[in-house]
């Protein structure tokens, strides 16, 4: 019997969150955790957006990357076309913080739901959910027929 291959995953590795060749990226790497991905980060003071704080724009935007990162990372186009966030507590730059992304549904499809989660250690510093478009759809863009 032949071995399982593993899934060919879908590269961006200009992405600000996960790019790898980004230069002023974050370079987020993420992983297969239970029902979903995650990923650790420690973002910068390049980060700061008012008075200190990490900008809400980039943790929205990590949380954005890691809702497609659920299928993208298994090897399917994916692209986030709606997001909704609560931000619960401030983030300062050097706090070590935590990205978790889990589909809400076991439905087939190219648009899906997902949720995805900042903490800090065990606060959560954002939470939120999205629809994302996955497979051909997502390749061709979210105004495709």
């Given at each position: 019997m032949?071995?399982?291959?593993?899934?060919?995953?879908?590269?961006?590795?200009?992405?600000?969150?996960?790019?790898?060749?980004?230069?002023?990226?974050?370079?987020?790497?993420?992983?297969?955790?239970?029902?979903?991905?995650?990923?650790?980060f420690v973002?910068?003071?390049?980060?700061?957006?008012?008075n200190?704080?990490?900008?809400?724009?980039?943790?929205?935007a990590?949380?954005?990357?890691?809702?497609?990162?659920?299928?993208?990372?298994r090897?399917?186009?994916?692209?986030?076309?709606?997001?909704?966030?609560?931000?619960?507590?401030?983030?300062r730059?050097?706090?070590?913080?935590?990205?978790?992304?889990v589909?809400?549904?076991?439905?087939r499809?190219a648009?899906?739901?997902?949720?995805a989660?900042?903490?800090?250690g065990?606060?959560?510093?954002?939470?939120?959910?999205?629809?994302?478009l996955?497979?051909?759809?997502?390749?061709l863009?979210?105004?495709?027929?």
């Open positions: 032949g071995e399982r291959a593993e899934p060919q995953r879908v590269e961006a590795r200009q992405c600000f969150i996960c790019g790898p060749d980004n230069p002023i990226g974050l370079r987020l790497r993420f992983h297969e955790d239970g029902a979903g991905i995650a990923a650790d973002p910068s003071e390049a980060f700061v957006g008012y200190g704080l990490v900008h809400g724009g980039v943790v929205a990590v949380m954005d990357d890691a809702m497609a990162n659920v299928w993208a990372h090897g399917q186009p994916a692209v986030t076309v709606h997001l909704s966030v609560k931000f619960r507590r401030p983030v730059p050097g706090q070590r913080l935590r990205v978790f992304a589909a809400l549904s076991a439905r499809g648009s899906q739901r997902v949720r989660v900042v903490s800090h065990d606060q959560v510093v954002a939470e939120g959910e999205g629809i994302v996955v497979g051909e759809r997502a390749r863009g979210a105004n495709a027929p």
